[in-house]
């Protein structure tokens, strides 16, 4: 199962953009690359997801680098509400099962 | 739609003991899987379904058991519950109009269970 790699924690001040980076150097050419996060004790929800091409929705930006061995989720005005566990997951073809990681923490400061 | 629900929200279960877990969604959706979150740690998959009457094992199988008689309800058993089922729950379920690989799962709130 093709892995992802994301840092432990991060942190952004109110209202600045937010970049998290995801690597998963050994992605097949047909797996997807989602984004979803973990609101405390709550449910994941999804945020983002693409194949090769930038995508924006009105929740983010995903940036995939060209040889897609890497992406980042892009917040671009993070509020507090955005404090949340930000899971990056590879979906691949063929098969139901999705590999969570630990994800990265997002704390936002006031 | 309600989305994706989940009973019981919280459960307290004795070693030994059993329980059915429910999950319900209204979204019509042919996918749905059950994953387990310990503290600190991401999802693991147990069990999921592709469809009404099927089943399969996910990463951490034992000790659950599943079925989907309706399309809407994927149910959870323990059937002797043990100390390391202490977890959250979660149930998801998914429509892969887009092929699986970029299907987008809905998640439930969690049922957080403790067995003693």
């Known amino acids: 199962d093709a892995k992802t790699t994301q840092p432990n924690s991060m942190e952004s001040n109110e209202e600045e953009p937010v970049h998290l980076p995801c690597n998963h150097s050994?992605?097949?050419?047909?797996?997807?690359i989602h984004w979803y996060r973990q609101l405390p004790s709550q449910g994941p929800e999804y945020v983002i997801h693409g194949l090769t091409s930038n995508v924006n929705n009105r929740m983010a930006s995903l940036a995939i680098a060209e040889d897609r061995k890497s992406s980042t989720l892009i917040l671009h005005r993070a509020t507090l509400r955005d404090a949340a566990v930000y899971y990056c997951i590879l979906g691949s073809s063929g098969t139901y099962k999705y590999i969570f990681g630990t994800g990265t923490r997002l704390k936002v400061l006031a | 739609n309600a989305g994706v629900t989940q009973t019981p929200k919280f459960r307290v279960l004795k070693t030994g003991q059993s329980m059915t877990l429910l999950c319900a969604q209204d979204?019509?959706?042919?996918?749905m899987y059950w994953y387990r979150q310990d503290p600190g740690m991401g999802l693991r998959l147990i069990h999921y379904s592709v469809g009404e009457g099927t089943t399969a094992k996910g990463e951490v199988p034992d000790g659950y058991n599943v079925s989907r008689l309706k399309k809407q309800n994927f149910l959870l058993g323990l059937e002797s519950a043990a100390p390391s089922q202490t977890s959250v729950y979660f149930c998801?379920?998914?429509?892969?109009?887009?092929?699986?690989?970029?299907?987008?799962?809905?998640f439930g709130p969690g049922t957080r269970l403790t067995v003693l």
């Open positions: 050994t992605i097949s050419g047909t797996d997807y």
């Open positions: 979204m019509n959706h042919e996918y």
């Open positions: 998801a379920s998914s429509y892969s109009a887009s092929g699986v690989g970029a299907d987008t799962q809905y």
